[in-house]
């Protein structure tokens, strides 16, 4: 593995064009071409990237986030040529897709190019891409001068990290280098796709909503994993289209439980919490994602993360893992949350929580 200590440097979008800032790059994209490991900002969580197209250093992401080798990796680009040079056959509907939502928090799965190694696809013929619209991300892959492979930079099934102190927190001494460049923007992991010619199939929601997609390339499926059918199956995550999808994910230390408030009025919602809150008996080692000016019973005693404000779904995207990771760091052994309504950006954050509530 690394150092003993992950080197952690900063790079806000501000300082790209310095010297230092270009410096900073260069260190970071030599890094990358010699096979090593870094840590950076896109616009929806940090990625831990490597050079996609060289199989050793791919595996260097594997074994710092003890990631199974069944899950695949998105590959980052900067550039229409990186787009040929990773991805072959791409239709005109996913051209399209490309033009409206790229740079973005867009990913979609292609028909891989045989330099793309097996390892980057877990053996599958797609491979998933993604052009980032964080400045840094962008000018680290355009520096590196070739796609980058880049899962969220947190330890397998964990909640993803939006901050680089959340990156080390998970993988400090496992990675060659952390570019700290503030928060990132939106808090939730991309949309990901696959373009039939029938219909789009929706394997993650993200940032790039179902209603935003079918504006451009019509019908969108979402894709249901077995699990999410209503029953406990047991499967294995090699037999699905998109591994990540049915299995616990995204998930603090502590149990999650979930208070499902869809379809009411807040005022309603927030009664129903204050019961929830109270029937689950929640004694010290709980803690709350509570959001703004939300009550709970006068006797709780357990910790409190203060959510935002419950009718603002990018404020609740952002601050989602810093605050399930804050009430784990505080010592809570359970986790409450209300759950938000499908719409928009809340269909991602509802998604993250339920496959941080499951069991397996
Ligand atoms: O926003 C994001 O997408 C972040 C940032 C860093 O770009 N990345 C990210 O990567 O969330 P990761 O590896 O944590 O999640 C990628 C998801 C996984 O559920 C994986 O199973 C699926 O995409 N995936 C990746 N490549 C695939 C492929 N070739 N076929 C099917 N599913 C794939
Ligand atoms: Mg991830």
New binding site residues.
Partial sequence: MANKHTTRIGLSPRDLHTPAGQQILLQSAEILLAGGTVAFA????????ANALNASAVEKIFAAKQ?PAW??????ISSAEMLERVAANISLKARRLMEAFWPG?L?L?LS?QAEVPLL???G?????V?M?AHPV?QALIAAAGMPVA?????RFGHA?PTTAQHVLDDLDGRIDLVVDSGAAW?G?????I?VGSECVVL??P?AVTATEIEAIAGPVTVHQAPADAGKQIIYE?ES??????GIR?YAPRARVMLVDVECVPEPVAREIWLQSVRDWGLQGKAGVMLPTGWPIPQEFIGFQYAWGNWNDNSCLAQHLYAGLRALDAMGADVILSPLPAKEGLGTAIRDRLLKAARKV
């Fill in positions: 896109t616009e929806t969580v940090y990625g831990l990237g990631r899950d695949p990796l998105i590959v980052h928090p990913t799965l891989k980057v696809t877990a599958r013929p797609l491979v998933a993604r980032p991300a880049a899962p969220s930079a947190n993803s939106c939730v992991e991309s949309t990901v696959e394997y993650r993200g995550p699905l289209p998109s591994p990540g999808v994910h």
